[in-house]
């Protein structure tokens, strides 16, 4: 169009107009004049429709700001090394410190001094793990006062899968909910989003000293063998316990299911990379050393009678489940077993058991589980 008028108008200046050429141009103008008006039309209505969807937008967002702005938790946005971004209301409060303070401060800045090194190995860990994770920290608000808090801390990436904020939720617990999220933190570690091994009764486990097992379900018998090649049972791994070659100086050392168990196997290598993990074990091994000195007790005791009866104890506190008669063994083991674990013959546990009833000190339920009566311990 401004070629063609352009033309007319060059026309007009250096010659008469040409009669012929005005109505195909103003045609033209006429068309183009048309279009011009439609495409006004359109970027008109086009314009109102950025506008409401603007303002929708601001509205949504305005919403969502103020969700973060009024939740009842604290809630920060941090970089991946933990710098803070965005904190709201609630975290401000918590911290004690106004938001325009608390943006650029590392959130390492408020945990407490004691736990500042195991918090560095928790970020480090947090990208590579790629999940949720949770944690139970005492932090530190500005003024020096200490509080206990649970933290869960969400990764989120970019276009590229790339790390690029960490989410936290903050919130302040009292000291008796702290040692049950701490418990239940730490469970988690052992067996949330891992694969679970299954063996059936009898079944040999097999041991690897780069792997640390974990029992979800079942019980497991850890032996040995004697001078005289003789089986000796050394443990019982039963659920919520580990074990493992790694954690054991004994050159034969072998795990047997004694019911259908349920395993997760923990790299060592995992362990020894975080301290928190690290912690969460130990607990664990506790446990296990606690049942390993027990076993030492019994097997200090002179007799027989002794060493069998001071066994049901011990597995009455392990395995044991409360019934109307004392507390039944939830598991059958073999006489051989019980045997092996007091350092006797199969048939003197044979006749002690039978003694025992006799005594009133055990029975027998309808599947020839042991029942150990609630009577006090012998010796």
């Known amino acids: 169009m401004d070629r063609r008028i352009a033309k007319l108008y060059e026309n007009v200046v250096n010659t008469p107009v040409m009669l012929d050429e005005m109505p195909e141009a103003l045609t033209e103008l006429s068309w183009a004049s048309q279009s011009v008006h439609f495409a006004i039309e359109e970027l008109y209505q086009q314009h109102e429709q950025l506008e409401e969807t603007k303002k929708t937008l601001q509205a949504e967002c305005q919403r969502y700001q103020e969700l973060f702005e009024e939740a009842p938790d604290g809630y920060l946005v941090t970089d991946v090394q933990g710098k803070i971004q965005l904190a709201n209301h609630k975290a401000s409060k918590l911290l004690n410190l106004k938001k325009e303070f608390l943006v650029g401060k590392p959130i390492i800045n408020f945990v407490s001094l004691?736990?500042?090194?195991?918090?560095?190995?928790?970020?480090?860990?947090?990208?590579?793990?790629?999940?949720?994770?949770?944690?139970?920290?005492?932090?530190?608000?500005?003024?020096?006062?200490?509080f206990n808090a649970a933290l869960t801390v969400a990764i989120s990436y970019n276009n590229q899968g790339k790390a690029q904020s960490l989410r936290w939720l903050l919130r302040s617990i009292n000291e008796s909910k702290r040692t049950e999220l701490l418990?239940?933190?730490?469970?988690?570690?052992?067996?949330?989003?891992?694969p679970i091994h299954k063996y059936s009764k009898g079944d040999t486990i097999p041991?690897?000293?780069?792997?640390?097992?974990?029992?979800?379900?079942?019980?497991?018998?850890?032996?040995?063998?004697?001078?005289?090649?003789?089986?000796?049972?050394?443990?019982?791994?039963?659920?919520?316990?580990?074990?493992?070659?790694?954690?054991?100086?004994?050159?034969t050392y072998q795990a047997t299911a004694i019911s259908d168990v349920k395993l997760v196997a923990i790299d060592l290598s995992e362990i020894l990379a975080s301290p928190t993990f690290s912690h969460?074990?130990?607990?664990?091994?506790?446990?296990?050393?606690?049942?390993?000195?027990?076993?030492?007790?019994?097997?200090?005791?002179?007799?027989?009678?002794?060493?069998?009866?001071?066994l049901l104890q011990l597995l009455k506190r392990e395995i044991g489940e409360k019934v109307a008669q004392g507390t039944r063994l939830s598991v059958r083991l073999t006489h051989e077993d019980l045997a092996n674990a007091c350092c006797t013959t199969r048939v003197t546990v044979t006749r002690l058991l039978s003694l025992l009833r006799k005594e009133g000190k055990i029975c027998f339920d309808h599947k020839k589980h042991i029942i150990v009566k609630d009577l006090p311990n012998i010796g």
Do not use: C
Not at 125 to 140: D, H, K, P, S, Y
Not at 187 to 194: E, I, L, N, T, V
């Open 207 to 251: 041991l690897n000293t780069q792997v640390i097992w974990y029992v979800r379900h079942g019980l497991v018998k850890l032996t040995t063998l004697g001078d005289t090649s003789e089986e000796v049972l050394v443990g019982l791994a039963v659920p919520e316990m580990v074990f493992g070659s790694y954690l054991t100086s004994l050159n």
């Open 280 to 310: 969460a074990l130990l607990p664990k091994i506790n446990q296990r050393l606690r049942q390993t000195e027990s076993f030492l007790v019994i097997s200090g005791l002179r007799r027989v009678q002794d060493r069998l009866y001071g």
């Open 114 to 146: 004691k736990q500042k090194h195991d918090f560095r190995n928790f970020l480090a860990q947090l990208t590579q793990n790629g999940r949720n994770q949770e944690l139970v920290v005492a932090l530190q608000q500005h003024g020096n006062e200490l």
């Open 183 to 194: 418990q239940t933190t730490k469970d988690r570690d052992f067996d949330d989003d891992r």
